[in-house]
């Protein structure tokens, strides 16, 4: 098995910082995603990157960069924080491949928080 | 536009009753449908999961119903537990497809 490893667990911020969450995969998996959590709105795409050195955007890229630094990291860049941004922030690989379909294992998230 | 739907969005039943959970999807190339367990704190975890070219797939007490023609599914909890206390998300992606698309998730509450 692996781990997908999120750091900071609590990221806090002012308003207007620039703020980086970081992640950590150790399945040897090629593809990576960033989604955010808000309560009630379920879980929504940021970037994703299928292979090291590329960067796809996702629904909800506004406001936010990402890094693909190694195959086993993937950097997201909140540019501007907001306060309407508090939100946990996840996570996942995956090896899409397969044939049984595209399963994703996901970190523990991280919470952003803005003062 | 919201291409995965769930309902609803919160459930309570009783310790041993069977909580059913649904989901739609507007997207007909959509044919990979995984269900997602997330508990208080970590991430969502793979639970039970079907492809289009089935109608039924079961794996213990968790059962999924697919019906293709109306863009429908549906998770059976049978002799629900409360352990099995957790928000759950359906996902839909195409073959092959890169982008999964979470639904907005049902907050189930099994009460003992």
């Known amino acids: 098995g692996g781990i997908i490893t999120q750091t900071p667990k609590f990221l806090i911020g002012q308003e207007g910082q620039k703020l980086t969450l970081k992640c950590q995969q150790n399945?040897?998996?090629?593809?990576m995603y960033w989604y955010r959590q808000d309560s009630g709105k379920g879980l929504r795409l940021i970037y994703y990157s299928i292979t090291e050195n590329d960067l796809q955007k996702g629904d909800l890229s506004e406001g936010y960069d990402a890094s693909r630094e190694k195959k086993s990291s993937f950097s997201l860049t909140v540019t501007s924080a907001q306060k309407n941004e508090m939100a946990v922030f996840l996570c996942?690989?995956?090896?899409?491949?397969?044939?049984?379909?595209?399963?994703?294992?996901f970190g523990e998230g991280s919470r952003l928080i803005v003062v | 536009q919201q291409q995965v739907r769930q309902s609803p969005q919160s459930l309570t039943v009783w310790e041993g009753e069977t909580a059913i959970l649904n989901c739609s999807y507007e997207?007909?190339?959509?044919?990979?449908f995984p269900w997602y367990q997330q508990f208080p704190g970590e991430g969502p975890a793979l639970l039970i999961s079907?492809?289009?070219?089935?109608d039924k797939k079961e794996d213990g007490r968790f059962t999924i119903f697919f019906n293709k023609r109306e863009k429908k599914l549906s998770l059976h909890i049978a002799d629900s537990q409360p352990g099995d206390s957790a928000t759950y998300f359906c996902a839909a992606t195409g073959t092959g497809g890169y982008k999964v698309v979470f639904g907005s998730g049902t907050r189930l509450l099994v009460s003992p």
């Open positions: 996942a690989s995956s090896s899409p491949g397969q044939p049984s379909g595209n399963t994703l294992y």
């Open positions: 399945f040897n998996h090629d593809t």
């Open positions: 997207n007909s190339a959509f044919d990979y």
């Open positions: 079907i492809l289009s070219v089935s």
